[in-house]
C-alpha cells in the first residue's frame, strides 16, 4: 500500500526551530520585514497574522494548512530570493553533519546543487509515495514534504 504525505505542520507563537526558519523565509518572500531566527516571536506572529488577513484567511496566528498552502511558491532551478532559502533551510535541517559547511548553502540561489538535493529527496519520496515527481521543482507535494519533516531524522 503507497505512502502518503505527513499532514502540513500546526505552527504557532512561542513555537523555535524546524520549520520556523522557513516559514519565516517565506513570510519575507510574501513582503514581511521579519528575522530569520527559528523564533516564533512576536514579530513573526504579528506578520502572519498580516498575511493571514491580506489572503482572506482566519486571522489566528495559527499556521496551518491554509496558511502554509498560500505562502508556499514553486521554486525551480534559476529561481532566486527567499522561497529559495527556505528549501535550502530544509536540507540543512536534515544535515546530519552538525556542521552547516557540509550541507546545503543557504543563499537563496536555485543552481544545481539545490536541484540535485530535490530531486534526491523526490527520489526517496517517490519509493514510498509513487505521486511525487521527480522534477527537481519545489511545488505544493514536496513544499508540505519538506515542511512537515518527513525523511529528516
Given at each position: 500500500m503507497?505512502g502518503?504525505?505527513?499532514?502540513w505542520?500546526?505552527?504557532?507563537?512561542?513555537?523555535q526551530?524546524?520549520?520556523?526558519?522557513?516559514?519565516?523565509?517565506?513570510?519575507?518572500?510574501?513582503?514581511?520585514?521579519?528575522?530569520?531566527?527559528?523564533?516564533?516571536?512576536?514579530?513573526?506572529?504579528?506578520?502572519?497574522?498580516?498575511?493571514?488577513?491580506?489572503?482572506?484567511?482566519?486571522?489566528?496566528?495559527?499556521?496551518?494548512?491554509?496558511?502554509w498552502?498560500?505562502?508556499i511558491?514553486?521554486?525551480?532551478?534559476g529561481?532566486t530570493?527567499?522561497?529559495v532559502?527556505g528549501?535550502?533551510?530544509e536540507?540543512?535541517?536534515?544535515?546530519?553533519?552538525?556542521?552547516?559547511?557540509?550541507?546545503?548553502?543557504?543563499?537563496?540561489?536555485?543552481?544545481?546543487?539545490?536541484?540535485?538535493?530535490?530531486?534526491?529527496?523526490?527520489?526517496?519520496?517517490?519509493?514510498?509515495?509513487?505521486?511525487?515527481v521527480?522534477?527537481?521543482?519545489?511545488?505544493?507535494?514536496?513544499?508540505?514534504?519538506l515542511?512537515s519533516?518527513?525523511?529528516?531524522?
Amino acid at each position: 500500500m503507497p505512502g502518503s504525505l505527513s499532514p502540513w505542520p500546526l505552527v504557532r507563537k512561542g513555537d523555535q526551530d524546524h520549520p520556523v526558519r522557513t516559514l519565516q523565509d517565506l513570510l519575507r518572500q510574501s513582503g514581511h520585514a521579519v528575522t530569520v531566527d527559528g523564533n516564533f516571536g512576536p514579530l513573526t506572529d504579528q506578520a502572519v497574522r498580516a498575511f493571514q488577513q491580506a489572503k482572506h484567511l482566519t486571522v489566528d496566528g495559527i499556521v496551518g494548512p491554509l496558511t502554509w498552502a498560500a505562502l508556499i511558491v514553486t521554486v525551480r532551478r534559476g529561481s532566486t530570493g527567499d522561497a529559495v532559502r527556505g528549501v535550502q533551510e530544509e536540507f540543512q535541517f536534515r544535515n546530519l553533519s552538525g556542521d552547516p559547511s557540509k550541507g546545503l548553502a543557504v543563499d537563496g540561489n536555485f543552481g544545481p546543487n539545490t536541484e540535485a538535493a530535490v530531486r534526491g529527496f523526490q527520489q526517496a519520496l517517490h519509493a514510498d509515495i509513487p505521486s511525487v515527481v521527480v522534477d527537481g521543482v519545489v511545488g505544493p507535494m514536496t513544499w508540505q514534504a519538506l515542511v512537515s519533516g518527513m525523511l529528516s531524522f
